[in-house]
C-alpha cells in the first residue's frame, strides 16, 4: 500500500548518535580519535573526553579532531561563533552543552514549550473535517471505494491521491491510467453535497522512492521556467477536472535519504509563494495546502515560517510514529509501539509551536489504519515488549500488504474474537490476535479523544489517511460527535437531472 508513510525512521538513529555526545563515558585517546567533537586534555591515563567549544576543542586543550565544528553554540561558549557551523538549530529546536540539535530531554535540559490551549467547547478543529482518498484503492481484490461510495455529509473537504510530477516535463501526470481516469468522478461529488471542496494532491512517500520521480519536486523547485510548467499544467487540469485546491506531499525536500537537496529548503518557499501569485491569477479562488512529517529529522528540511504565508493549511502526518523500521533505529529496536501515540503527537507538534506556526492553519492526522507486528513471544504482548523483524502482522485481506491494516480488517478482526486493549493516556487502541499478532489503531473512542486533544490545541481542523480504509464506522463516529450538523446529501438521481444549474 502506497501512504504517505514511515515519517521519521532514521530520527531515533540520529537522535542517540548525537545524544551519546552528552554522556561522559565518550572517550579518545591519542590512538582513538572522536567520531564527533573534538578530543579535550588527556588525563594520566592519556585518556581524553569527546566533546565541543573552547574546553575540547580550543588551542592548549585539544589534542585531536580539533578542527571539528558543533551543529550550534549553546550560548555558553562565548562570543564568536567559532565553535560551531550555526549559532542556532534549524525549527528553532535545542542546542544540548556540546552542540548538538534535537529536541529531547538531552538537548533541552527541561526547557519547556509553550503550547497553545482553548477550551474543549470551543471545538475549534471542526472547521475542517479533510479525507485522502487513495485514488487506486480500486486495484484491491476487496475492500474498495468506488467514488460514487464515497462517505458525503461529515467531509468538508477530499484530497485526491494522487498525481505525479513528469521528471522531464514537470507536468502533472496521472499515477497510473485507471487512477488518472477518476478524477471526474470524485469532483462530480460536489454536485452531491453543497460547499463540499475537493483537492489534488500531488506527491507521496512512494513518489520519491527510488526510481525515475525521486528527484522530480526537487527539480521542478530549482528553476522558475521548471515551476512554470508545473503551475501551467497543474491549472489547466484542476480547471478541466473542476477541482479546488492543490496538496503537495513532498516526502522529504532537503532529506538526503528521500532524493532531497540542501537548495529545496529555499526553493520550496519560493515555488510556493509563486504558486500562490499565479493561483490568484486566475481568477479562481484555488487553494493550497502542504502535507509535513511530524518529526525534526525530515520537518528540519521545510522552512515552516517562510511557507505559511503562501498556503491556507499544513496537514501535519501525526501517524506512522512507529512501525517494523523501528528495528533498524538504534535508539527504539525491534519493540512494538503504538504509531499514533498522543504523548508523541503532542511533542511532535512541539516543532510547530517553535515556530510560531498559527495553529489555525494545521490539520492533525488521524490514521484510519493500523501498524502491526508479529510478536516474539506470545506472553510478552504489551507495547514494548519485542517484535519479530521486519515482516508486521500478516497481510490484510483486502490491503494485502504485511505490517498494515485498514480500519476495515481490524473491525473483522475485533468482530472474530481478537482483544482490543484501550492505552488512555496515549489515545490508542491495541488488537491481538492468532497468539502472537499485533496492531495499533483508533477506533470510535481514540478518534474522540484525539478529537479533543486537536481542539486542546486549538488546532483548524483534522485530516484523515484515508476515506476508503474505513467501513463507514470510524467517519460516522469522528463526524456525528462535530460541533456542527452533517451537510445535507443529495441523491445521486437528483443532482442528474438538475445537474448543470445546480446550488
Ligand atoms: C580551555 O578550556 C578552559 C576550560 O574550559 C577554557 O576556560 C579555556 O578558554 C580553553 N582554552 C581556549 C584557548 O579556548
Ligand atoms: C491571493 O489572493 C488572496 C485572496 O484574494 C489574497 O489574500 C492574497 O494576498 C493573494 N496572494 C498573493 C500572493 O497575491
Ligand atoms: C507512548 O509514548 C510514550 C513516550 O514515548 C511511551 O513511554 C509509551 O510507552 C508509548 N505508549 C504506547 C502504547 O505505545
Ligand atoms: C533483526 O534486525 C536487526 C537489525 O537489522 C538485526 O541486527 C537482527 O539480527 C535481526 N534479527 C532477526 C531475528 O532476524
Ligand atoms: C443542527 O441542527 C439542529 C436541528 O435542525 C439545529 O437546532 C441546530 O441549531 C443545528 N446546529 C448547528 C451547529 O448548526
Not at 538531552?106 to 485514488?135: H, N, W
Not at 523501528?326 to 527504539?332: E, G, L, N, P, Y
Request: proline letters at 6%; glycine letters at 10%; hydrophobic letters at 35%.
Amino acid at each position: 500500500m502506497r501512504s504517505p508513510l514511515p515519517f521519521l525512521a532514521l530520527l531515533g538513529g540520529a537522535v542517540s548518535l548525537a545524544a551519546a555526545q552528552n554522556s561522559p563515558d565518550h572517550k579518545c585517546s591519542a590512538t582513538k580519535p572522536c567520531e564527533l567533537g573534538c578530543c579535550g586534555p588527556l588525563d594520566d591515563q592519556g585518556v581524553g573526553y569527546c566533546g565541543g567549544g573552547p574546553t575540547f576543542c580550543g588551542a592548549g586543550n585539544c589534542t585531536s579532531n580539533c578542527n571539528w565544528k558543533a551543529d550550534c553554540d549553546p550560548g555558553t561558549w562565548g562570543p564568536g561563533g567559532q565553535w560551531s557551523t550555526q549559532i542556532k538549530c534549524p525549527l528553532n529546536v535545542c542546542c544540548s552543552p556540546h552542540g548538538f540539535c534535537g529536541t529531547t530531554e538531552d538537548f533541552c535540559l527541561g526547557a519547556q514549550v509553550p503550547k497553545p490551549e482553548c477550551p474543549l467547547s470551543a471545538a475549534t478543529s471542526d472547521k475542517r473535517t479533510i479525507g485522502y482518498y487513495e485514488g487506486w484503492n480500486w486495484a484491491r481484490p476487496c475492500g474498495n471505494m468506488p467514488p460514487e461510495d464515497i462517505p458525503l455529509g461529515y467531509y468538508t473537504h477530499l484530497i485526491y491521491s494522487f498525481a505525479m510530477i513528469h521528471p522531464q516535463t514537470f507536468h502533472v501526470v496521472p499515477m497510473d491510467e485507471t487512477t488518472g481516469s477518476l478524477y471526474s468522478a470524485v469532483t462530480s461529488l460536489k454536485a452531491r453535497q453543497p460547499g463540499l471542496e475537493v483537492w489534488l494532491a500531488v506527491g507521496g512517500w512512494a513518489h520519491n522512492d527510488d526510481g525515475p520521480y525521486r528527484t522530480a519536486f526537487s527539480d521542478m523547485a530549482k528553476s522558475d521556467a521548471n515551476q512554470d510548467a508545473f503551475f501551467e499544467s497543474l491549472i489547466s487540469l484542476m480547471f478541466r477536472h473542476n477541482f479546488d485546491g492543490i496538496d503537495i506531499d513532498w516526502e522529504y525536500p532537503v532529506a538526503h535519504d528521500r532524493g532531497g537537496i540542501p537548495a529545496d529548503f529555499d526553493n520550496y518557499v519560493r515555488m510556493l509563494r509563486r504558486l500562490r501569485e499565479r493561483l490568484n491569477r486566475t481568477g479562481k479562488r484555488f487553494g493550497i495546502s502542504i502535507a509535513i512529517p511530524a518529526s525534526y529529522w525530515y520537518l528540519r528540511g521545510f522552512n515552516l515560517q517562510e511557507m505559511e504565508p503562501w498556503i491556507d493549511w499544513f496537514n501535519i502526518m501525526t501517524y506512522d510514529i512507529h512501525g517494523t523500521w523501528d528495528s533498524t533505529v538504534k535508539a527504539i529496536g525491534s519493540v512494538a509501539l503504538a504509531h499514533t501515540n498522543l504523548t508523541e503527537i503532542d511533542q511532535g507538534l512541539e516543532l510547530m509551536w517553535r515556530n510560531n506556526i498559527n495553529p489555525e492553519r494545521i490539520n492533525l492526522g488521524l490514521g484510519f489504519y493500523g501498524r502491526s507486528f508479529t510478536m516474539e513471544d506470545p506472553n510478552c504482548m504489551a507495547p514494548g515488549c519485542p517484535f519479530k523483524n521486519a515482516t508486521g502482522a500478516g497481510a490484510g485481506r483486502c490491503t494485502g500488504t504485511p505490517g498494515v491494516l485498514s480500519a476495515a480488517e481490524i473491525n473483522e478482526l475485533i468482530q472474530n474474537g481478537a482483544q482490543q486493549t484501550l492505552y488512555e493516556e496515549e489515545a490508542v487502541q491495541v488488537v491481538t490476535w492468532n497468539n502472537d499478532q499485533w496492531v495499533s489503531w483508533d477506533d470510535a473512542v481514540t478518534l474522540g479523544m484525539k478529537r479533543d486533544f486537536a481542539n486542546k490545541r486549538c488546532l483548524g481542523g483534522t485530516m484523515v489517511w484515508a476515506i476508503d480504509l474505513d467501513d463507514g464506522t470510524l467517519i460516522e463516529a469522528l463526524g456525528s460527535n462535530l460541533n456542527r450538523n452533517k451537510t445535507q446529501v443529495y441523491e445521486p438521481t437528483f443532482y442528474e437531472c438538475n445537474m448543470p444549474g445546480w446550488v
